[in-house]
């Protein structure tokens, strides 16, 4: 029975691996951008020095991407990714209402 239940974890693992490799290699090239619909759902502005603060009064200058906990750059440092935002990179200089500082 053990080799039964290892031969499912292991399935299910590399099931799970073929599931995200494309997804990966989505986000290589699409930048998330102000007009689209998942941007627009979470504020994400491109520019954080452009956020309107009248619109969003707990942003304070100083807040990115590049400083948020959920931002993991890539090699790029320009870009990268944000848990939040499904298979495309977002703007090491964007902002998002979402922001939380990094520890």
């Known amino acids: 029975m053990p080799s039964n239940r290892r031969q499912l974890l292991i399935g299910t693992s590399a099931s799970a ?3 995200i490799a494309p997804l990966a290699r989505a986000a290589d090239g699409a930048v998330l951008r102000d007009g689209d619909t998942e941007a627009q759902s979470i ?3 491109s520019d954080a020095r452009k956020v309107d603060r009248a619109r ?3 942003y304070e200058p100083g807040q990115a991407c590049q400083n948020c906990k959920l ?3 890539t090699d790029d440092t320009r870009l990268g990714s944000c848990e939040i ?3 495309k990179l977002v703007a090491a200089q964007a ?3 979402s922001w939380e500082k990094k520890a």
């Open 17 to 19: 691996l073929l599931w």
């Open 43 to 45: 504020d994400y502005t």
């Open 56 to 58: 969003f009064p707990h």
């Open 71 to 73: 931002f993991t750059s």
């Open 85 to 87: 935002v499904f298979g």
């Open 95 to 97: 902002w998002c209402s």
